[in-house]
């Protein structure tokens, strides 16, 4: 029997909706947008980064701001960064319906992600 907890999103300002809603249906987990909180699209990333930890959430993201965080106060809890530049919703989509399995496995053992055009990348 797996101990692992299952995988908790938080999708931020940056990316759209559908992507919560994909991951949602896709993964079955417990997916966020911040149109989903009380303050909507202007949660400031330090209230992002408290319910990440707070709940366990990894934030999905293209502010690097959240790198800066993570790499220097161990915050948000994981993050996933989105470095594809403009990209439509349907290829967004697409770009995870490719990498989801390579994604979820990854996150059972590593912190920090991104996530480009091309690649999955892990780092330290």
Not at 69 to 81: A, E, R, T, W
């Amino acid at each position: 029997m797996s101990t692992a907890e299952p995988l908790r999103f938080l999708v931020d300002a940056q990316l759209p909706r559908r992507l919560a809603q994909f991951l949602a249906f896709h993964t079955g987990c417990d997916c966020l947008h911040t149109l989903d909180l009380p303050a909507a699209n202007q949660t400031q990333d330090g209230s992002i980064t408290q319910l990440s930890m707070a709940e366990k959430r990894v934030v999905i993201t293209k502010d690097a701001g959240f790198v800066n965080s993570f790499i220097l106060h161990g915050q948000p809890y994981k993050l996933l960064l989105v470095s594809t530049g403009n990209i439509s919703t349907n290829d967004l989509l697409a770009l995870f319906r490719e990498f989801l399995p390579q994604l979820t496995k990854l996150f059972a053992h590593h912190s920090y992600l991104e996530l480009s055009r091309t690649l999955l990348v892990t780092h330290r």
